[in-house]
Structures are given as C-alpha cells and as structure tokens.
C-alpha cells in the first residue's frame, strides 16, 4: 500500500526521496578553498598582524630642512671656535632645544655629519640682517628665519684645517622630534 498512497503511484524510490529530504535538511558550507591552503592563509593573518605591529611601535625621526653657513664663533665650547649658523622656518622655533642632532650635509663621505645644536636665537631674523650678520648671500635668505648656533667640527674627517670652511654653506636638517611609522599611511 506504500507505493500506492492517495491512489497515485509514486515515481521515485522511497530510497531517492529519503535521501533527498535528509539532504534539504544538512547546512551546506561553501568552500572557499581547498584544505591545503587554510595554513598559508594563517600564515598571511599573522604576517600581516606582526607588520601592522612594527608600523605601530616603530618610531621615525621628524626632520627639518635648512641651510647653515659656517661662521667664527667665541661661544663655541670646541677648540677651533667654529659653529654653523643654521637658518631654519620659524614655525619650529618652539620645537628646537639645546643637544638636538643637526645633520649636516656634506661632500666629504656621502653621510651626513652629525653636529648639536648649542644656542638658539629668541628672535626672528630677517634676511637683510642674515646677510649682513652672518655673511649669507643675499639671494641665498629670502624669508625670515630663526638662527640656530650648532657645532662645527671636522678634525677627525679631514685633513685641511677647519678654519678654511669659513663661509662654506651646507645643507642641514635638524631633528626636532619622532612619530609613529603608522602615521604615513592614509
């Protein structure tokens, strides 16, 4: 009598529509790759959160750039009584502190020189006093600046006396602070 139910014979095996039914029921999951690759997938996540880690903790230095100019200086602490004067945006000016590094840039290796800074101007300077005062020529200023006094010594990197770099200009940048590595991205 179970295959005549209603008085209609059914199509299907009574095997088929078990099957059928058990497997309407069952959550299917769908793949999205095959087992081989859950553990390289693991390996990317944690790649991924050791970098986003370094980005975090990783400090870089914040620097300024500026042009210096070697002047005599009795104030200097060193035996040759040289100093650069470095002109620097005014905007830094409450940034800037006694001890900070100077990176000076110089032909003499490639590598910057590292100098510190010994005095810092309270003042504003305009470019007509940065000439005359610190023998800048006068197309070399041409916005106010602040004037930072900072060692100048190359006794160690070369052979020709100190005292002939009178006058030299240089490019400088100055470390005035650091920031997380993580703050560069958008």
């Given amino acids: 009598m179970d295959k005549w139910e209603n008085g209609k014979r059914s199509i299907f095996r009574a095997e088929a529509v078990r099957h059928y039914l058990h497997s309407q029921q069952e959550e299917i999951f769908p793949r999205f790759g095959s087992p081989y690759a859950f553990p390289y997938l693991w390996i990317l996540i944690c790649l991924l959160i050791v970098s986003l880690c370094f980005t975090w903790l990783v400090q870089i230095p914040v620097l300024i750039s500026g042009q210096a100019v070697v002047i005599e200086s009795p104030a200097s602490p060193l035996a040759n009584n040289l100093a650069l004067a470095i002109f620097l945006p005014p905007q830094y000016q409450n940034q800037l502190q006694e001890g900070q590094i100077v990176y000076v840039q110089s032909g003499l290796k490639g590598e910057p020189i590292l100098q510190t800074i ?8 305009s470019p007509l006093a940065a000439s005359t005062v610190y023998g800048v020529e006068p197309g070399a200023v041409n916005e106010p600046i602040t004037v930072v006094l900072a060692d100048f010594n190359l ?9 002939t770099y009178i006058g030299s200009q240089f490019s400088v940048q100055v470390e005035i602070g650091s920031r997380r590595l993580i703050s560069l991205f958008p």
Wanted: hydrophobic share 55%; glycine share 0%; no cysteine.
């Fill in 118 to 125: 010994i005095a810092i101007s309270p003042d504003v300077v």
């Fill in 155 to 163: 006794a160690e990197l070369t052979s020709i006396p100190t005292a």
